[in-house]
């Protein structure tokens, strides 16, 4: 094979409209559902388009270990500091079953879940009145004019359909529909944090397993590469909602030592690879070396690699590291964080840079604002920010917020530029939601 040595053209067709509604989410991950959910409740006719047979993105697909930004850990203990939204989906996955409840570790916390409960009950959020959600429904293009996208063109089992609509929201993670449509982005391959191939064990002796503690097991993973693994990372988080069942967040996917371009189609299939080879390789070493995982087998990995991080749009503000680090607050702000910077970087372990606890800071609306489409609004992971910023406004919790914040915008605006929302409303709306934008920490729920 020689890879990309030709062109070709695109034949133009016809396409037929399959409706028009008030507001079109591509994607839905946290930040969709937030999104699309909110929406409809403010009475807006909403399709969220979902490339997956299932809601949750990131959540669900790549599966992840707990839902973190959720609490700050103040004197050892976990406290709430977002709500909305976020803690609607809490409370759901409590009063299900899905989750024990928050678990503090290092200088936080998070909320473990189980992962059918979750999808469950982002199905059951998304039975909104006017909301309707295309799974298996791929946007692949955007029509714009004057500034304005108009319609969205979609790939389904059954071929191409289009949908118009007045409104739309990027929660894609990847900025798609925003790159589609003309917006600036940025998307520098060699900061790129690494991705991670997750994966679940089973046949865990889990009264002895979660009780080694952290840096016990990092200590017994540089054994592991003192004695010749070769282990791209030996700290990780590991969690346990099902007796005799982990979820490891531990591996480190680098194709020819670097972060792999999951933007480029050999690379990304190398990188899905060498994520289920880590995985072996792993479920070895946890046998040999950790208590509790002598009988251990893989029961299953995520259905695709994790990606942290790919294209960010570039707005009016780049949420930056000393606004998070310096806990910021912002006048047009619309959601709190209280998550420290997270990096995946190159080495064994990850780098984390704390903020006080209890403290937090803004994410300002100008953060989900792309430049240079009008009736578009972009939430979730590739909201405007630097590279160490995004570090911390990723995780879940946050997704949860933006996505409602923009939803909630995206019906205010109506068929207006989304850059004349006002904000003292926006923030008032986001209010009688349950959202606090200036946290009182409270004591987390046991
Ligand atoms: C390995 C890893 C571990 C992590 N660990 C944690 C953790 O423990 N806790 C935590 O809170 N956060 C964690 N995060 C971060 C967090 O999971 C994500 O940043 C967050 O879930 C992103 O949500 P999102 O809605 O912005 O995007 P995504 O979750 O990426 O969702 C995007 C959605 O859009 C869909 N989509 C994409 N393109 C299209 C298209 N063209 N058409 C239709 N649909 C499309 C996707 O299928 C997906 O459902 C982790 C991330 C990774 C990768």
């Not at 009016?316 to 959601?335: C, N």
Request: aromatic share 6%.
């Amino acid at each position: 094979m020689s890879p990309r040595c030709h062109t070709v053209g695109r034949l133009a067709r016809e396409v037929e409209v399959l409706c028009e509604v008030d507001v079109v989410v591509a994607g839905g991950g946290a930040a969709g559902v937030a999104a699309a959910v909110c929406a409809a409740r403010a009475g807006a006719s909403v399709v969220l388009l979902e490339r997956n047979g299932f809601l949750g993105g990131t959540m669900t697909s790549t599966s992840l270990g707990g839902v973190c930004g959720l609490y700050s850990l103040i004197d050892g203990a976990p406290v709430q500091m977002v709500h909305g939204f976020a803690e609607e989906v809490r409370g759901r996955l409590e009063h299900a079953g899905g989750s024990r409840g928050a678990l503090p570790w290092l200088q936080t916390a998070s909320l473990p879940y189980d992962l059918f409960i979750m999808k469950s009950v982002l199905d059951d959020l998304a039975e909104a009145p006017r909301l309707t959600v295309l799974y298996q429904a791929r946007l692949v293009e955007a029509g714009v004019e004057g500034g304005r996208i108009r319609h969205v063109i979609v790939r389904g089992r059954g071929g191409l359909f289009a949908i118009r609509a007045n409104a739309f929201i990027d929660c894609t993670g990847d900025g798609e529909l925003a790159d589609m449509a003309g917006a600036a982005t940025e998307y520098d391959q060699a900061s790129l944090q690494f991705p991670t191939a997750m994966f679940r064990m089973g046949g865990v002796d889990t009264t002895v397993a979660m009780k080694v503690p952290r840096d016990e097991m990092h200590r017994l993973l540089e054994q592991a590469v003192a004695d010749g693994y070769d282990l791209p990372r030996t700290a990780g988080g590991i969690y346990s909602v099902r007796d005799g069942i982990v979820h490891l967040n531990i591996t480190k996917v680098k194709v020819e030592g670097h972060t792999p371009d999951t933007f480029d189609p050999f690379e990304l299939s190398e990188a899905e690879r060498e994520g289920r080879r880590q995985a072996r390789l792993y479920l070895e070493i946890f046998r040999r070396y950790v208590p509790g995982y002598a009988n251990a087998y893989i029961l299953d990995t995520g259905a695709e690699l994790g990606i942290r991080e790919t294209r960010r749009i570039v707005g009016p503000h780049v949420l930056t590291s000393d606004d998070v680090l310096k806990e910021r607050k912002f006048d047009d702000a619309i959601a709190a964080n209280c998550w420290p910077i997270e990096d995946h970087g190159g080495g064994r372990s990850t780098r984390w840079v704390w903020l006080s606890p209890g403290g937090y800071n803004h994410i300002p609306y100008r953060a989900l604002l792309p430049i240079g489409v009008r009736n578009l609004l972009v939430a979730g992971r590739c909201l405007s920010s630097t590279h160490e910023a995004q570090a911390a406004v990723r995780v879940t919790a946050n997704c949860f917020s933006t996505g409602q914040a923009a939803g909630l915008a995206a019906v205010m605006a109506g068929s207006g530029d989304m850059a004349s929302v006002d904000i003292k409303p926006l923030q008032a709306v986001l209010k009688a939601s349950g959202v606090s934008l200036t946290p009182m920490p409270k004591k987390a729920h046991a």
